[in-house]
């Protein structure tokens, strides 16, 4: 069958990206005929294995206009035969006013390219992230008159001006974002507040092993038996690992410790020099970029989670980060903080364990209360498996975007 929904996407495929990855394959299953457009092409080194079961073909556009100048400029004359191009044109140049940057050009330049090269069988345009994507959905979807949704996460949200969130509301059929904090926001900048939903990524639970790891007893007394400490996030400002290191060396010489963390990410040099001034390098293992097949064994190793995520200056945040889902569905305490979703899936002493963010002390403690008693870690591991399967779970949230893009489909596509 012919591709009635294409899916926008920054890059394809993404390590970093397992919830979408999930629910792509999810909604195939439902039997949506979906095609996926990305504004990049892949740079991890490994896919997932859902990315191997995932049918839907894959186009890509033009990363930069340099990239192919001729395929711009063919898809230029052929916009400028669609009426729809005549309705951009003044958006894009009212756009330019705000933000006369390069990077505004670059996304028109990809809308032309993506609204001369979908697949004609396709109807409607559905995007993950309000930033990028979203900007070249929505000059795409004017130039060729298609309906297009949204998806939206952290970054793409709290870093972009209110102006564009609003605009793009406007024009946008519906969105979805996956924290209780975005929902709130985004709804007081929407005129009509229905088109705003919240709906949980959750996990699909077939994929993870349910059965539990041999309780630890580790508590940190034993050298030889140092309690494993894991965080898989990549090595950027907002997941505040300078802060970790900070903590961990902070803790008693005689509790006993190994860190492991997984993911890349430009900050990854400066935290191994962090580790290495502050003398903690030799307990530390830095793998990289990881399968989730890999990820999950390395779960099932470990006695505790730890991401001490924060907001940047610039406003970046996690939302609610899916790595914290993974490590509770494989009973691992998890350690985290307080700030955006993450509060929605983990109840404090209860489900894991917050602190506030960019508190080193705190963390210091925390870290010590929980790598020094055993049965506090495998209680919070048992409570959080419990939980994150009983409100998680992927299936109520790809039942919301089917019910969502059905209702967009049945507008069909404008002449």
Known sequence: MPPRIAV??????????TFIAQEIRALERRGFELCIISLRHPYDPA????????????????????????????????????????????????????????????RFAQALVMARETPASVQHYYTHFMHTP????????????????????????WTIPQWEIREKLVQVDWLVTCTGANHQY?????????????????????????????????????????????SVGRAVDKKGYEFLLTALAALPPGLHWRFVHIGGGELRERLQQQARDLGID????????????????????????????????????????NVLMEAQSQHLACLSTDISGIPELIQHAETGWLVEQKNSQALQQALQTLISD??????????????????????????????????????????
């Open 8 to 17: 926008v996407l920054k890059g394809y495929p993404r390590l970093s990206e």
């Open 47 to 106: 896919t997932h294995p859902i990315h191997a079961e995932i049918e839907a073909p894959v186009y890509y556009l033009p990363e930069y206009v340099h990239d192919d100048v001729p395929r711009v400029l063919r898809a230029l004359l052929r916009a400028l035969r669609k009426p729809g191009f005549w309705r951009a044109l003044p958006v894009l140049l009212r756009d330019l006013r705000r933000d006369p940057t390069r990077n505004r050009m670059r």
């Open 134 to 157: 979203a900007s070249v959905s929505y000059y795409a979807a004017m130039i060729n008159r298609m309906s297009w949704s949204l998806s939206a996460h952290a970054k793409d949200i």
């Open 186 to 230: 985004l709804a007081g900048l929407s005129d009509t507040g229905d088109k705003v939903e919240l709906v949980y990524h959750g996990l699909d639970f077939t994929r993870f092993d349910q059965n539990p790891a041999t309780p630890s007893e580790r508590d940190g007394s034993v050298a030889e038996q140092a309690v494993s400490l894991i």
């Open 282 to 321: 030799d307990k530390i293992e830095w793998l990289g970029a990881l399968p989730q097949t890999e990820v999950l064994a390395r779960y099932r190793r470990a006695d505790l989670f730890v991401l001490p995520s924060k907001i940047s200056a610039d406003g970046d945040r996690d939302g609610l980060p």
């Open 374 to 415: 055993p049965d506090l870690r495998n209680r919070l591991g048992q409570a959080g498996f419990e939980r994150v399967r009983q409100v998680f779970a992927m299936e109520r949230g790809i039942d919301a975007l089917e019910q969502r893009l059905q209702q967009s489909l049945s507008r069909g596509r404008g002449a």
